[in-house]
């Protein structure tokens, strides 16, 4: 019974976060666009843009090899998964032990590889400008990341988010200085790694200081919706990944009843919405900063990640 | 048994040393060399899985009457030595595999066929050796014979450059092995390693064998600052003993640590792992970041490996400050990570150099700048490089992830010590793992993306072919076992249990019963991976995602041009280089590890001279290091040398002085 | 034996080593051979003397070889040589005579002071002895050392050679070492002289070994 | 059985007079090469019968377990050495640097050493014994001469007077020596004969065996070499003909220091007396890293693998200075591992200096490509004499250096970088030889190479398998030598 129900919410997860995750990126935008006194796009633009893409024919270039056909999907699938396998409304699913926080943060290192290297792969300047930057940041932020990881972990004695959760919901936490210090580690990756404003600008073109859109730039027509949706999931998954692990309150424990499971659902739209507002507001309220900048930006969540593990490894085991 | 089985194979390789330098002048002597290593190397694999498998024949001893006359040469089969010879035989039987096809394309076979199998015993025998003899022999014979091959093409003046600081390396590795087994010996000289095991030693004398055993295994481990040597002499070779020397003898050299520190010298003190992480940590770091500056597709990949042997240090360190502490459990977990991540370095370096070895004859290239677009050419090769490149950034789900993720669970383990330097070291150790792993991954995009994909950069490039069907087949199994590992290490971590057990006394619960395969290093509710379904749920994911958009969406394509924000340039000079890609992370880091400088060179308007950039880089512990040490060996013997221009009298003069100074020193010592 | 006996061994063995003081500080080639010639007549008298008190004949042999070949025919020989290259000229020594007096005086100084331990049980005359057979053979080498020329220093050898004799003579009841020793440093003297002047002067005009320091090995 | 024993005896020393006497008169050239040959294989087979029959001990001579092996492998070296030089003179005579009259005197000479150096192994008398070395010394300065150049003759003056200087030292100590015995032994050959006198050596009078001991330490250690009395050695090796360097590192050097042991059973015998231990030490570490440092600026192949010997010679005083049964067993091994060797390298570098017509270093490249075998012999030699295994040389510094750590840390570290260093030296000297692309003439040597393979396949049998009564000859002569 409990595996059947574990396996229902794990599908279900799997379908609720493709869906929602369009609607975030949407949603965040127009957000960003009333805080700028424009009108935006509706919400559900996003979702009319993918659809767009699907039926439209691709145009490749002409040295494209295979691998820039198939990265796509590896990189949709890949973030789908990892999205798929974090809490969000439910904890205790039926795939969780699959994989734990480390591990996630490997799977997106795997779609970035993958994307890095299409972005190579035309052999265009603006690719390699695209994977060369994306690289340099990820190179700081996946420690960094590794970092919230570690200090998560040590408190909860488990890599396990589900564990994490669990741990965190009960009072035992406390208010910790080192915890303070991972969240904003963790928000400040956040924001890199879905490039964000100061790191990157989702929305500009010819722009030199561009990073993830040149590394599409070559991809078109479905390829590119495939890679659209990874990246909106990929916000999702951030997003989600930051709640169930500093907010994770109504999340549903395996096990009880459907009422519970819905209050969870509602509970965890509702943190989405706020969520996505802070971030809107973050953006509008600072400006993009240059590339080579990029490296104190994330040096500083390093930092930060390291000094609360740090903390942690001292204040435990005395 | 498995013992007589494993020396009569090692035999073999040496019988065929000795034929090929025979029939140096024939050219079937190549086909019947690689058969030769190739079965060889097979059957000792075949024999020591089985031993693996079913505990037969384990701890068995033989002794040959060679050697040390009063002692023999002792070889012992246990657990350990059969995890390593596992690694070494694999190893071996795919270098044979490669050889096969890529050795045809050999300039010198003369200078590589005969040396080769002789390389394969000797690394064959050191794993095997039980006294401290025949273990310091074997390991010489084994540089010596691996000397001989990076000597093979010995016209490049930098080739002989490479051998020679090699072999001197390696003696001063030896010299301090050497040195260290005297400690352990003692004076009367019990040099069979169940004697040593039995006799305890002090802590002083500990901790020089311990310094004794970094500086030498280090040194041929390729650990920083002895690393100096390595990515020299690793690309100097031919490509298949590339492999083995990075994929296979660095290994031998973890042997020797292993053997050493956690068998033959006793209980460890805590600070023996402090020590261990450092230069583990520090390795990690330097060798990524200087593979990320380099170019030569081979010499990146040889920096990698020192990188890899950090990591592997690193889990050996956890190993030695668990168990200094007696807590089993996590010093089992250190220990399996370090020994899988050995294996797994050895599958996916001996891919990667493989594949840079069909490059190099495809292309007669090792320069990343000349290359480019190789995938259209090559796309099974280019195939083979991704996954191995893949798997040594450490993506799951392949092999490389799962040891990198054991040992970062070993690492959450630690504030567990009691010791505050091991409390303040640990979580560092575990930044600079977390950051060899992602700058590795950078790396490897780099290095993929730079030879493989974009625009062929040159002509070689451009009419680059697939390489033969042999050397294809020998990447192709790697990839397999990449793959396998990545999926299902249940299994590895099992079979390693036995090991761990001689090793640090415990090991990891069973795996491989587990529900669906899923690994649980020591409580379900801590921490879990699954590769398996991990591996599925992706390739499903994939698969239904492509399959809806075919069936449904548009799944037409037409070739154009490429975009390129509007503005594509015909040149292939326009695309990022390898340099280029790296300028970032060299921006990031360079000044202060490499104290990198940039000199721009941008000609005065109307001058049609192209602009220059030149980037100038210093390896600072060959300047802090080694470069003093020639600088004052050069002085001494300038010095020196001018007695060799005495007159007669003078020679006079000093042996009169000698005369009346021992003289003098008898009348006072009356 | 009477002490009478053994004074006069005494003042031989003292008059060697006097004699070697004053091989040091000649400088001029005549006069250094004769000087080796009376150098090579004292260790005769004093070889004799010991078969004598020794009443050991073969002695007398020994001290026969020294007076004829050492005290009569290398001085001769040598004083054609020098004739024949033409090196009448002063031989300057390294370094004043001055530091080497006091040089070989310090070496006589020591001599004595290693031979001191030795237990006197021996009778007294061997101890003696070879004290003063050491310092000759110390001097001699400091010769060798002070001199720039080829026939100086084989000069300074067979001093050597002498001092070596007096040891060997003092020495009770040596068998038949001493004959060979002799029919050696006659040999010594007779290949310095034949062989190697002769081919030096074949090859330069000059015994002086800065002829030969110029042909060192390993010039760069 | 005795008689017969002796009869052996006598014939080794004979043998090689009467060819000395026959080669000064005999006139053809052609056959002279093959006539030494032949006196040199005779002498081995008496030195070989030597360990089937051995003769009482004389006053004179004696065979005992120290000197037997030294003699077959004196005899032997001698033996290889005589086949070497009959293709090497051929080739001097065809470029003519010597004449049909200096070939008779150099074949009278070579028997002439062989005979001395029989006769100081053999020798029961320090007198006899320090004739023989004596005669050997007189002999090799004039093989040294013989070439006539002036870099030849300056060689050998220097090598002259060194070695008569060391000569006489020598000779004062065995005259004191016998002095020490003759107080407890009377009067006679018995005071000066080995085998009494090791026996008694415990009531000797200690000072004077100390100073004879200072004396002889320093008048043969002279003809081994140690530094700083080595200075005749490097030019010696160098100026003279190959054969003559192979034969002096081979076995002149061996013998002498078989000298100093011989005395230092004796000092050791009498435990009031002051060690010899120390002494030889001292001169075998200063021997050891001068010589290792000495090797960097060498231009001379010949010269350089001269102060190589050094260097050996004093790996070799120092393990029997540190004494105990690993490390005099280890000195003895190396003793033998090193004239077999480095004749062997003698022999390729006489070949590479006759086929490129020079001995500068600088103009010798490549060997390995424009000569194979002479080169590979070269690499191969070169390898074993810096002591990688599985040469034998490995298994003797293998077991002075770990004896030696547990004993005497610091003295093993200095001895272990000096090895370290004369390694760099060599091994880059090797990279110039062997390596990089073929330089100078590449015409085919005309050469016997049946010797130096033959040395250097017992030094790699030797570095694998020992066989058991050398070894056990070894353990019995190392526990004598304490």
Same mark, same amino acid.
């Given at each position: 019974?409990?595996?059947?129900?574990?396996?229902?919410?794990?599908?279900?997860?799997?379908?609720?976060?493709?869906?929602?995750?369009?609607?975030?990126?949407?949603?965040?935008?127009?957000?960003?666009?009333?805080?700028?006194?424009?009108?935006?796009?509706?919400?559900?633009?996003?979702?009319?843009?993918?659809?767009?893409?699907?039926?439209?024919?691709?145009?490749?270039?002409?040295?494209?090899?295979?691998?820039?056909?198939?990265?796509?999907?590896?990189?949709?699938?890949?973030?789908?998964?990892?999205?798929?396998?974090?809490?969000?409304?439910?904890?205790?699913?039926?795939?969780?032990?699959?994989?734990?926080?480390?591990?996630?943060?490997?799977?997106?290192?795997?779609?970035?590889?993958?994307?890095?290297?299409?972005?190579?792969?035309?052999?265009?300047?603006?690719?390699?400008?695209?994977?060369?930057?994306?690289?340099?940041?990820?190179?700081?932020?996946?420690?960094?990341?590794?970092?919230?990881?570690?200090?998560?972990?040590?408190?909860?004695?488990?890599?396990?988010?589900?564990?994490?959760?669990?741990?965190?919901?009960?009072?035992?936490?406390?208010?910790?200085?080192?915890?303070?210090?991972?969240?904003?580690?963790?928000?400040?990756?956040?924001?890199?790694?879905?490039?964000?404003?100061?790191?990157?600008?989702?929305?500009?073109?010819?722009?030199?200081?561009?990073?993830?859109?040149?590394?599409?730039?070559?991809?078109?027509?479905?390829?590119?919706?495939?890679?659209?949706?990874?990246?909106?999931?990929?916000?999702?998954?951030?997003?989600?990944?930051?709640?169930?692990?500093?907010?994770?309150?109504?999340?549903?424990?395996?096990?009880?009843?459907?009422?519970?499971?819905?209050?969870?659902?509602?509970?965890?739209?509702?943190?989405?919405?706020?969520?996505?507002?802070?971030?809107?507001?973050?953006?509008?309220?600072?400006?993009?900063?240059?590339?080579?900048?990029?490296?104190?930006?994330?040096?500083?969540?390093?930092?930060?990640?390291?000094?609360?593990?740090?903390?942690?490894?001292?204040?435990?085991?005395? | 048994?498995?013992?007589?089985?494993?020396?009569?194979?090692?035999?073999?390789?040496?019988?065929?040393?000795?034929?090929?330098?025979?029939?140096?002048?024939?050219?079937?002597?190549?086909?019947?060399?690689?058969?030769?290593?190739?079965?060889?190397?097979?059957?000792?694999?075949?024999?020591?899985?089985?031993?693996?498998?079913?505990?037969?024949?384990?701890?068995?001893?033989?002794?040959?009457?060679?050697?040390?006359?009063?002692?023999?040469?002792?070889?012992?089969?246990?657990?350990?030595?059969?995890?390593?010879?596992?690694?070494?035989?694999?190893?071996?039987?795919?270098?044979?595999?490669?050889?096969?096809?890529?050795?045809?394309?050999?300039?010198?076979?003369?200078?590589?066929?005969?040396?080769?199998?002789?390389?394969?015993?000797?690394?064959?025998?050191?794993?095997?050796?039980?006294?401290?003899?025949?273990?310091?022999?074997?390991?010489?014979?084994?540089?010596?014979?691996?000397?001989?091959?990076?000597?093979?093409?010995?016209?490049?003046?930098?080739?002989?450059?490479?051998?020679?600081?090699?072999?001197?390396?390696?003696?001063?590795?030896?010299?301090?092995?050497?040195?260290?087994?005297?400690?352990?010996?003692?004076?009367?000289?019990?040099?069979?390693?169940?004697?040593?095991?039995?006799?305890?030693?002090?802590?002083?004398?500990?901790?020089?064998?311990?310094?004794?055993?970094?500086?030498?295994?280090?040194?041929?481990?390729?650990?920083?600052?002895?690393?100096?040597?390595?990515?020299?002499?690793?690309?100097?070779?031919?490509?298949?003993?590339?492999?083995?020397?990075?994929?296979?003898?660095?290994?031998?050299?973890?042997?020797?640590?292993?053997?050493?520190?956690?068998?033959?010298?006793?209980?460890?003190?805590?600070?023996?792992?402090?020590?261990?992480?450092?230069?583990?940590?520090?390795?990690?770091?330097?060798?990524?970041?200087?593979?990320?500056?380099?170019?030569?597709?081979?010499?990146?990949?040889?920096?990698?490996?020192?990188?890899?042997?950090?990591?592997?240090?690193?889990?050996?360190?956890?190993?030695?400050?668990?168990?200094?502490?007696?807590?089993?459990?996590?010093?089992?977990?250190?220990?399996?990570?370090?020994?899988?991540?050995?294996?797994?370095?050895?599958?996916?370096?001996?891919?990667?150099?493989?594949?840079?070895?069909?490059?190099?004859?495809?292309?007669?290239?090792?320069?990343?700048?000349?290359?480019?677009?190789?995938?259209?050419?090559?796309?099974?090769?280019?195939?083979?490089?991704?996954?191995?490149?893949?798997?040594?950034?450490?993506?799951?789900?392949?092999?490389?992830?799962?040891?990198?993720?054991?040992?970062?669970?070993?690492?959450?383990?630690?504030?567990?010590?009691?010791?505050?330097?091991?409390?303040?070291?640990?979580?560092?150790?575990?930044?600079?793992?977390?950051?060899?792993?992602?700058?590795?991954?950078?790396?490897?995009?780099?290095?993929?993306?730079?030879?493989?994909?974009?625009?062929?950069?040159?002509?070689?490039?451009?009419?680059?072919?697939?390489?033969?069907?042999?050397?294809?087949?020998?990447?192709?199994?790697?990839?397999?076992?990449?793959?396998?590992?990545?999926?299902?290490?249940?299994?590895?971590?099992?079979?390693?249990?036995?090991?761990?057990?001689?090793?640090?006394?415990?090991?990891?619960?069973?795996?491989?019963?587990?529900?669906?395969?899923?690994?649980?290093?020591?409580?379900?509710?801590?921490?879990?991976?699954?590769?398996?379904?991990?591996?599925?749920?992706?390739?499903?994911?994939?698969?239904?995602?492509?399959?809806?958009?075919?069936?449904?969406?548009?799944?037409?394509?037409?070739?154009?041009?490429?975009?390129?924000?509007?503005?594509?340039?015909?040149?292939?000079?326009?695309?990022?280089?390898?340099?280029?890609?790296?300028?970032?992370?060299?921006?990031?880091?360079?000044?202060?590890?490499?104290?990198?400088?940039?000199?721009?060179?941008?000609?005065?308007?109307?001058?049609?001279?192209?602009?220059?950039?030149?980037?100038?880089?210093?390896?600072?512990?060959?300047?802090?290091?080694?470069?003093?040490?020639?600088?004052?060996?050069?002085?001494?013997?300038?010095?020196?040398?001018?007695?060799?221009?005495?007159?007669?009298?003078?020679?006079?003069?000093?042996?009169?002085?000698?005369?009346?100074?021992?003289?003098?020193?008898?009348?006072?010592?009356? | 034996?009477?002490?009478?006996?053994?004074?006069?061994?005494?003042?031989?063995?003292?008059?060697?080593?006097?004699?070697?003081?004053?091989?040091?500080?000649?400088?001029?080639?005549?006069?250094?051979?004769?000087?080796?010639?009376?150098?090579?007549?004292?260790?005769?008298?004093?070889?004799?003397?010991?078969?004598?008190?020794?009443?050991?004949?073969?002695?007398?042999?020994?001290?026969?070889?020294?007076?004829?070949?050492?005290?009569?025919? #290398?001085?001769? &020989?040598?004083?054609? +040589?020098? $004739?024949? =290259?033409? @090196?009448?000229?002063?031989?300057? !020594?390294? *370094?004043?005579?001055?530091?080497?007096?006091?040089?070989? #005086?310090?070496? &006589?100084?020591?001599? +004595?002071? $290693?031979? =001191?331990? @030795?237990?006197?049980?021996?009778? !007294?005359? *061997?101890?003696?002895?070879?004290?003063?057979?050491?310092?000759?053979?110390?001097?001699?080498?400091?010769?060798? $050392?002070?001199?720039?020329?080829?026939?100086?220093?084989?000069?300074?050898?067979?001093?050597?050679?002498?001092?070596?004799?007096?040891?060997?003579?003092?020495?009770?009841?040596?068998?038949?070492?001493?004959?060979?020793?002799?029919?050696?440093?006659?040999?010594?003297?007779?290949?310095?002289?034949?062989?190697?002047?002769?081919?030096?002067?074949?090859?330069?005009?000059?015994?002086?070994?800065?002829?030969?320091?110029?042909?060192?090995?390993?010039?760069? | 059985?005795?008689?017969?024993?002796?009869?052996?005896?006598?014939?080794?020393?004979?043998?090689?007079?009467?060819?000395?006497?026959?080669?000064?008169?005999?006139?053809?050239?052609?056959?002279?090469?093959?006539?030494?040959?032949?006196?040199?294989?005779?002498?081995?087979?008496?030195?070989?019968?030597?360990?089937?029959?051995?003769?009482?001990?004389?006053?004179?001579?004696?065979?005992?377990?120290?000197?037997?092996?030294?003699?077959?492998?004196?005899?032997?070296?001698?033996?290889?050495?005589?086949?070497?030089?009959?293709?090497?003179?051929?080739?001097?005579?065809?470029?003519?640097?010597?004449?049909?009259?200096?070939?008779?005197?150099?074949?009278?000479?070579?028997?002439?050493?062989?005979?001395?150096?029989?006769?100081?192994?053999?020798?029961?008398?320090?007198?006899?014994?320090?004739?023989?070395?004596?005669?050997?010394?007189?002999?090799?300065?004039?093989?040294?001469?013989?070439?006539?150049?002036?870099?030849?003759?300056?060689?050998?003056?220097?090598?002259?007077?060194?070695?008569?200087?060391?000569?006489?030292?020598?000779?004062?100590?065995?005259?004191?020596?016998?002095?020490?015995?003759?107080?407890?032994?009377?009067?006679?050959?018995?005071?000066?004969?080995?085998?009494?006198?090791?026996?008694?050596?415990?009531?000797?009078?200690?000072?004077?065996?100390?100073?004879?001991?200072?004396?002889?330490?320093?008048?043969?250690?002279?003809?081994?070499?140690?530094?700083?009395?080595?200075?005749?050695?490097?030019?010696?090796?160098?100026?003279?003909?190959?054969?003559?360097?192979?034969?002096?590192?081979?076995?002149?050097?061996?013998?002498?220091?078989?000298?100093?042991?011989?005395?230092?059973?004796?000092?050791?015998?009498?435990?009031?007396?002051?060690?010899?231990?120390?002494?030889?030490?001292?001169?075998?570490?200063?021997?050891?890293?001068?010589?290792?440092?000495?090797?960097?600026?060498?231009?001379?192949?010949?010269?350089?693998?001269?102060?190589?010997?050094?260097?050996?010679?004093?790996?070799?005083?120092?393990?029997?200075?540190?004494?105990?049964?690993?490390?005099?067993?280890?000195?003895?091994?190396?003793?033998?591992?090193?004239?077999?060797?480095?004749?062997?390298?003698?022999?390729?570098?006489?070949?590479?200096?006759?086929?490129?017509?020079?001995?500068?270093?600088?103009?010798?490249?490549?060997?390995?490509?424009?000569?194979?075998?002479?080169?590979?012999?070269?690499?191969?030699?070169?390898?074993?004499?810096?002591?990688?295994?599985?040469?034998?040389?490995?298994?003797?510094?293998?077991?002075?250096?770990?004896?030696?750590?547990?004993?005497?840390?610091?003295?093993?570290?200095?001895?272990?970088?000096?090895?370290?260093?004369?390694?760099?030296?060599?091994?880059?000297?090797?990279?110039?030889?062997?390596?990089?692309?073929?330089?100078?003439?590449?015409?085919?040597?005309?050469?016997?190479?049946?010797?130096?393979?033959?040395?250097?396949?017992?030094?790699?049998?030797?570095?694998?398998?020992?066989?058991?009564?050398?070894?056990?000859?070894?353990?019995?002569?190392?526990?004598?030598?304490?």
């Amino acid at each position: 019974m409990a595996v059947i129900l574990d396996a229902l919410v794990q599908f279900g997860q799997l379908v609720l976060v493709l869906l929602l995750a369009p609607l975030l990126t949407g949603y965040v935008r127009k957000v960003k666009a009333r805080l700028l006194r424009r009108e935006g796009p509706q919400i559900i633009q996003p979702y009319r843009d993918l659809l767009k893409l699907l039926r439209k024919e691709v145009v490749l270039a002409e040295n494209a090899s295979w691998l820039f056909r198939v990265a796509p999907y590896l990189i949709f699938a890949t973030t789908w998964v990892a999205a798929a396998l974090v809490p969000t409304f439910a904890t205790g699913l039926a795939l969780s032990p699959a994989v734990d926080l480390i591990a996630i943060v490997a799977l997106l290192g795997s779609a970035r590889f993958m994307l890095a290297l299409a972005g190579l792969d035309v052999g265009t300047s603006f690719g390699g400008i695209g994977s060369s930057r994306e690289m340099m940041i990820s190179s700081l932020a996946e420690p960094a990341m590794l970092m919230v990881a570690f200090t998560l972990s040590l408190l909860a004695g488990s890599t396990q988010l589900s564990s994490v959760a669990t741990y965190m919901q009960g009072t035992a936490v406390g208010l910790r200085v080192s915890l303070a210090l991972a969240l904003v580690g963790l928000i400040m990756v956040a924001i890199a790694e879905n490039a964000r404003i100061p790191i990157d600008n989702p929305a500009t073109h010819l722009e030199l200081t561009m990073v993830h859109e040149a590394m599409i730039l070559e991809y078109s027509g479905r390829h590119l919706a495939v890679i659209e949706a990874a990246a909106s999931l990929k916000l999702l998954l951030y997003l989600s990944l930051v709640l169930c692990l500093f907010a994770p309150w109504g999340v549903a424990v395996a096990g009880q009843d459907i009422a519970s499971y819905a209050w969870g659902l509602l509970v965890y739209v509702i943190k989405l919405a706020v969520g996505g507002f802070l971030l809107a507001v973050f953006e509008t309220a600072i400006a993009k900063m240059r590339v080579f900048r990029v490296s104190d930006f994330l040096g500083v969540s390093l930092m930060l990640g390291l000094l609360a593990a740090l903390l942690l490894f001292v204040s435990r085991g005395v | 048994m498995a013992v007589e089985v494993l020396l009569w194979c090692i035999a073999a390789l040496l019988a065929t040393a000795i034929l090929a330098v025979a029939g140096v002048r024939r050219t079937t002597t190549a086909t019947l060399v690689y058969t030769v290593a190739l079965v060889a190397s097979t059957a000792a694999l075949g024999t020591v899985g089985w031993v693996l498998v079913t505990d037969a024949g384990l701890a068995q001893t033989v002794r040959l009457p060679i050697g040390l006359p009063w002692l023999g040469a002792h070889f012992r089969l246990d657990p350990l030595a059969a995890a390593f010879l596992t690694v070494v035989n694999l190893g071996g039987a795919t270098a044979s595999l490669y050889g096969l096809g890529d050795g045809r394309h050999e300039r010198e076979p003369g200078r590589v066929l005969p040396f080769f199998p002789a390389f394969l015993a000797g690394m064959n025998l050191v794993v095997l050796a039980d006294d401290a003899f025949t273990f310091l022999l074997t390991w010489e014979f084994m540089s010596l014979t691996s000397w001989a091959l990076v000597m093979a093409h010995h016209q490049r003046r930098d080739n002989a450059r490479a051998g020679y600081i090699y072999l001197l390396m390696a003696s001063l590795g030896t010299l301090s092995l050497l040195l260290g087994f005297g400690l352990l010996a003692g004076p009367d000289g019990s040099y069979a390693f169940e004697a040593i095991r039995n006799a305890h030693s002090s802590p002083n004398t500990a901790a020089a064998v311990l310094a004794l055993t970094l500086l030498g295994a280090g040194s041929k481990a390729g650990l920083v600052p002895m690393h100096v040597w390595l990515p020299l002499a690793h690309p100097a070779a031919p490509s298949h003993v590339s492999a083995l020397m990075s994929g296979v003898m660095t290994k031998v050299a973890v042997y020797g640590f292993v053997r050493i520190v956690f068998d033959l010298m006793g209980p460890p003190a805590w600070w023996w792992g402090a020590v261990t992480l450092l230069f583990g940590g520090a390795s990690a770091v330097l060798g990524v970041l200087h593979a990320l500056m380099e170019h030569d597709l081979k010499r990146l990949l040889a920096y990698h490996t020192v990188e890899n042997i950090g990591i592997i240090f690193i889990g050996l360190g956890l190993g030695l400050a668990f168990r200094a502490n007696d807590m089993t459990g996590p010093a089992a977990l250190a220990m399996t990570a370090a020994l899988f991540h050995v294996f797994n370095h050895s599958v996916f370096k001996s891919l990667l150099f493989f594949g840079s070895g069909a490059v190099l004859t495809a292309t007669g290239q090792r320069d990343m700048e000349r290359l480019g677009g190789l995938i259209h050419g090559m796309p099974i090769t280019a195939f083979a490089f991704l996954i191995g490149s893949a798997a040594i950034s450490a993506l799951p789900p392949f092999n490389g992830f799962v040891s990198e993720w054991l040992t970062f669970q070993a690492i959450l383990l630690s504030p567990q010590v009691p010791q505050w330097v091991l409390k303040f070291l640990a979580p560092a150790i575990g930044a600079a793992l977390a950051l060899s792993a992602a700058l590795a991954a950078a790396c490897f995009v780099k290095a993929f993306g730079i030879t493989f994909l974009g625009r062929p950069r040159t002509r070689a490039a451009q009419d680059a072919e697939e390489t033969d069907v042999f050397s294809l087949s020998a990447m192709l199994v790697l990839v397999f076992l990449c793959l396998v590992a990545g999926i299902l290490p249940g299994y590895f971590i099992d079979a390693l249990a036995p090991v761990v057990q001689i090793v640090v006394g415990g090991h990891l619960p069973q795996q491989a019963a587990l529900s669906w395969l899923t690994i649980v290093p020591i409580a379900e509710g801590r921490s879990s991976y699954n590769g398996l379904v991990l591996f599925v749920l992706i390739a499903g994911a994939a698969m239904i995602a492509s399959y809806v958009i075919h069936r449904w969406a548009s799944h037409s394509i037409r070739r154009s041009a490429s975009w390129d924000c509007g503005f594509p340039d015909a040149s292939t000079a326009t695309q990022y280089t390898a340099g280029s890609f790296a300028q970032p992370i060299r921006r990031v880091f360079g000044t202060l590890v490499f104290q990198a400088r940039e000199e721009i060179h941008i000609p005065p308007p109307g001058d049609m001279r192209p602009a220059r950039m030149h980037v100038y880089l210093r390896d600072r512990v060959w300047d802090a290091l080694y470069v003093p040490v020639a600088k004052f060996v050069g002085v001494t013997a300038t010095g020196l040398n001018r007695v060799q221009f005495l007159t007669l009298r003078g020679y006079l003069t000093l042996v009169s002085g000698a005369l009346v100074a021992l003289l003098a020193i008898l009348a006072l010592w009356q | 034996m009477d002490r009478l006996a053994l004074d006069i061994a005494h003042m031989f063995a003292g008059g060697l080593v006097l004699v070697s003081f004053m091989l040091l500080y000649q400088d001029r080639m005549f006069s250094l051979i004769n000087i080796f010639a009376l150098h090579a007549f004292v260790v005769s008298l004093s070889v004799a003397w010991q078969a004598h008190i020794q009443n050991a004949p073969h002695l007398y042999i020994t001290a026969g070889i020294a007076l004829v070949v050492k005290a009569l025919v #290398i001085p001769v &020989v040598l004083h054609r +040589i020098i $004739v024949r =290259l033409g @090196i009448h000229r002063n031989i300057e !020594t390294v *370094v004043g005579i001055g530091q080497i007096m006091m040089g070989g #005086i310090g070496l &006589v100084a020591l001599s +004595i002071l $290693v031979m =001191l331990p @030795i237990t006197a049980a021996e009778g !007294t005359l *061997v101890r003696e002895d070879l004290a003063f057979a050491l310092s000759v053979i110390l001097l001699g080498l400091l010769m060798m $050392v002070s001199r720039r020329n080829a026939v100086g220093q084989v000069v300074g050898f067979m001093s050597i050679e002498n001092g070596l004799i007096l040891a060997a003579t003092g020495a009770k009841g040596m068998p038949l070492v001493v004959e060979i020793s002799v029919a050696f440093s006659i040999l010594v003297a007779l290949i310095v002289i034949g062989i190697f002047l002769f081919r030096i002067r074949e090859r330069f005009d000059t015994v002086d070994i800065y002829a030969l320091d110029r042909f060192r090995g390993e010039q760069p | 059985m005795t008689d017969l024993g002796s009869i052996v005896v006598n014939a080794i020393l004979i043998v090689p007079a009467v060819g000395a006497a026959l080669l000064a008169f005999l006139p053809d050239d052609r056959t002279t090469a093959r006539l030494n040959m032949v006196g040199t294989l005779l002498t081995l087979i008496c030195a070989i019968a030597l360990f089937f029959v051995r003769p009482e001990p004389s006053l004179f001579l004696i065979v005992d377990d120290v000197n037997v092996v030294f003699i077959v492998l004196n005899t032997f070296v001698g033996f290889t050495t005589s086949v070497f030089s009959g293709t090497y003179i051929a080739h001097e005579l065809e470029t003519g640097h010597l004449t049909p009259l200096y070939l008779r005197f150099y074949h009278a000479m070579y028997q002439t050493l062989m005979f001395a150096m029989n006769l100081a192994l053999l020798a029961n008398n320090v007198g006899l014994m320090w004739v023989a070395v004596e005669l050997a010394t007189l002999t090799t300065v004039l093989m040294v001469g013989i070439y006539r150049t002036p870099q030849a003759l300056e060689a050998a003056w220097k090598y002259f007077i060194l070695g008569s200087v060391g000569i006489a030292l020598a000779l004062f100590g065995t005259i004191l020596v016998y002095l020490a015995s003759s107080a407890v032994l009377g009067e006679g050959l018995e005071a000066m004969a080995w085998s009494v006198l090791v026996r008694r050596a415990s009531a000797f009078d200690p000072a004077l065996l100390n100073l004879a001991f200072v004396f002889l330490l320093l008048g043969y250690g002279t003809k081994v070499g140690l530094v700083p009395l080595h200075a005749w050695l490097p030019d010696a090796h160098a100026e003279g003909p190959t054969p003559i360097s192979a034969v002096l590192s081979g076995l002149l050097l061996n013998v002498a220091l078989f000298a100093v042991l011989r005395f230092k059973m004796v000092m050791s015998a009498n435990e009031r007396a002051l060690a010899p231990g120390p002494l030889m030490v001292t001169l075998g570490l200063v021997s050891v890293v001068f010589a290792s440092f000495m090797l960097y600026r060498r231009h001379d192949i010949k010269r350089m693998f001269a102060y190589s010997s050094i260097e050996h010679m004093g790996i070799i005083s120092f393990a029997f200075g540190m004494g105990g049964p690993l490390a005099n067993f280890a000195g003895l091994l190396h003793m033998i591992m090193h004239s077999l060797t480095k004749s062997a390298i003698f022999f390729a570098v006489g070949h590479i200096a006759q086929v490129k017509g020079t001995q500068r270093m600088a103009e010798i490249r490549g060997l390995t490509v424009s000569h194979p075998v002479l080169g590979w012999g070269l690499v191969v030699g070169v390898i074993a004499i810096v002591g990688l295994p599985p040469m034998g040389i490995f298994m003797s510094e293998f077991l002075i250096l770990t004896s030696t750590f547990s004993r005497q840390p610091v003295l093993a570290v200095v001895l272990a970088l000096g090895l370290l260093i004369a390694l760099g030296a060599l091994l880059r000297h090797l990279n110039g030889l062997a390596f990089g692309d073929a330089h100078g003439s590449i015409a085919p040597a005309q050469a016997s190479f049946v010797p130096m393979f033959t040395h250097l396949a017992l030094v790699l049998a030797a570095g694998i398998f020992l066989p058991a009564p050398l070894v056990s000859w070894f353990q019995n002569v190392a526990g004598l030598l304490r």
